[in-house]
């Protein structure tokens, strides 16, 4: 198991825009590191016994960040383990606190197009399930998150070969190790 003491956080949280890989890349990662792995969006949906989509048309965005914001609360409190934090769950001051306290960041960077193509057929993404045109929702998105995605301990692009990005954040975290 990843020793997290040695770089003075409790967990690694992965976060980025929707499509960026963060389910993926945090999984495998977790693996890896043998820690535990929880994703954001997963957690809401056992703990509402609904899927994100339904919880955006029945309840409103604003339960569900409310939901959001107690489930990563609990999560980021947790030792030993990788969460996938939703792409929005950033835009919360309190989790952003928490993220910064305890939690090792690493911020999964992909170009716009690249999203478009990976979430092209999505039919689960409620911020882009409405008549407006994907690319300028995700401009939209991406510039209102900039600023904090920017501040994570580690940035990495995730356009093209997931193998070579965990081979990035695996030299990354071994650095801290030695």
């Given at each position: 198991m990843f020793d997290l003491t040695k770089i003075k956080k409790k967990n690694i949280c992965i976060i980025g825009l929707?499509?960026?890989g963060k389910s993926i890349i945090g999984k495998d990662l977790s693996k890896f590191l043998n820690l535990?792995?929880?994703?954001?969006?997963?957690?809401?949906?056992?703990i509402t016994k609904k899927s994100i989509s339904e919880i955006f048309k029945e309840e409103g965005e604003s339960y569900f960040r409310y939901v959001e914001e107690k489930v990563c609360i609990d999560l980021l409190t947790q030792d030993n383990c990788v969460i996938s934090l939703g792409g929005g769950s950033i835009i919360n001051s309190k989790i952003r606190k928490i993220i910064k306290k305890n939690s090792y960041s690493i911020y999964l960077q992909v170009k716009i197009s690249n999203l478009l193509n990976r979430l092209k057929s999505s039919k689960k993404r409620p911020l882009l399930n409405i008549n407006k045109d994907r690319g300028e929702i995700l401009q939209k998105i991406?510039?209102?998150?900039?600023?904090?995605y920017k501040k994570a301990d580690f940035i990495i692009d995730n356009n093209n070969d997931k193998f070579q990005v965990l081979k990035?954040?695996?030299?990354?975290?071994?650095?801290?190790?030695e």
């Open positions: 929707m499509g960026s535990k792995f929880y994703d954001t969006d997963k957690e809401i949906e056992l991406y510039n209102d998150r900039e600023k904090f990035r954040i695996k030299s990354k975290l071994k650095s801290y190790a």
